[in-house]
């Protein structure tokens, strides 16, 4: 029996990311891949550049190294703000940071000089979202002055929304680092040429028509990873939202109470569970547990599976109304969100499975 796998169809990502190249073509943009929910897994970043994506970009600077160190020559691009302790790192790895504090930038600056190269910076606005970026009032002053620092050139403005407020983007709140970056051109002269639009929320706007004009890219993960949009859980048309399946094997089987017997407290988690009685029912343990689905969670594939609930190492599904036979031994299968494919894809203790031979599966 083989413990829990991801299997990842390549195939699949590609037939993504095609989707959203030729939509950002559209609108006059390039396709920044985002690879940090995969641990930035060079599999997944080849095949997104297959698709026609063009730079690549991580959070972590240990996954952009993972990048470079497998042959990878693109453009990689920083997300997170860099810490003064990586800055090494940064400089030596990564083409363009995404930036929001001058002391980083002038340490970035200075590393850079040591050297010898010069660090391309985006500098972030915050939108409305409320995670990292400089309010746009103070953008004007501290440009001055991030223009200045030897060794890094500015060559952006950027912007995210919806990672941590939630923030709906709009044609009002993206077109924002637009006009800040006019009026930067016009006062000080500097040419900004890749204003940094967003993630995959953002990519909403391409549908109707509200994307602002003069956007260089948009940074796209789960658009690309699991084919949809974030913002409301709406599929993008024509991708597939299964480029990634758990397997995972049944370890227990057997008929129980569907309430626990006794007084119930707090469970694993400091939760007060609360269970439907529905009289007896036929369950299965599977061999995986929050420990892997970190903030996720899972959406059965087999027919009439149920979820009903996880600790850290056991996934309690009810398989009453299954239609297929399901033994101990057997393998279920399960569709991923945005947190179980990132808990997963980082946990040593499930395997990782490329799948190369195409696609089987219309979306
Ligand atoms: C994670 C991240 C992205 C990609 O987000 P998705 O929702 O996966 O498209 C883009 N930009 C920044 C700054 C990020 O942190």
Partial sequence: MRRARVIIDLAKISHNSRIMVSK??????????????????????????????????????????????????????????????????????????????LATIRALGETACRQGKVHQIVFMVD???????????????????????????????????????????????TTIICDLAKEIREKIGLDLPYLSGGNTRTSILLDDGGMPPGLHHLRLGEGILLGNYTLDGRKIPGSYQDAFILQAPVIELKTKPSRPQGVIARDAFGQIPAYEDKGLRRRAIVAVGRQD????????????????GASSDHLIVDICDAVHDIEVGSILSFRLDYGSLVGLMTSPYVDKVHLLSGIELSP
Avoid: F
């Avoid at 063009?54 to 959070?59: C, K, P, T, V």
């Avoid at 409320?130 to 001055?144: F, I, Q, S, Y």
């Avoid at 689905?293 to 009903?308: F, M, R, T």
């Fill in 293 to 308: 689905l970190g903030a996720g969670w899972l959406i059965p594939l087999d027919q009439g599976v149920e979820i009903l």
């Fill in 127 to 173: 939108v409305g979202d409320l995670r990292e970026g400089v309010m746009p009032d103070d953008v004007m002053p501290l440009v001055h002055e991030i223009a200045l620092v030897p060794g890094t050139e500015l060559v952006g403005l950027g912007t995210n929304v919806g990672c941590y407020g939630g923030l709906v983007p709009t044609p009002e709140n």
């Fill in 24 to 101: 950002c073509a559209q609108a006059g943009m390039i396709v920044v891949g985002v690879v940090k929910a995969v641990s930035g897994s060079p599999e997944v970043a080849t095949a997104m550049l297959d698709g026609g994506v063009q730079w690549l970009a991580d959070s972590r600077i240990e996954n952009l190294t993972r990048l470079r160190q497998a042959g990878l020559q693109q453009t990689l691009m920083l997300l997170r703000t860099p810490h003064l302790g990586e800055v090494e790192q940064v400089v030596a790895t990564a083409d363009i940071s995404l930036n929001s504090e």
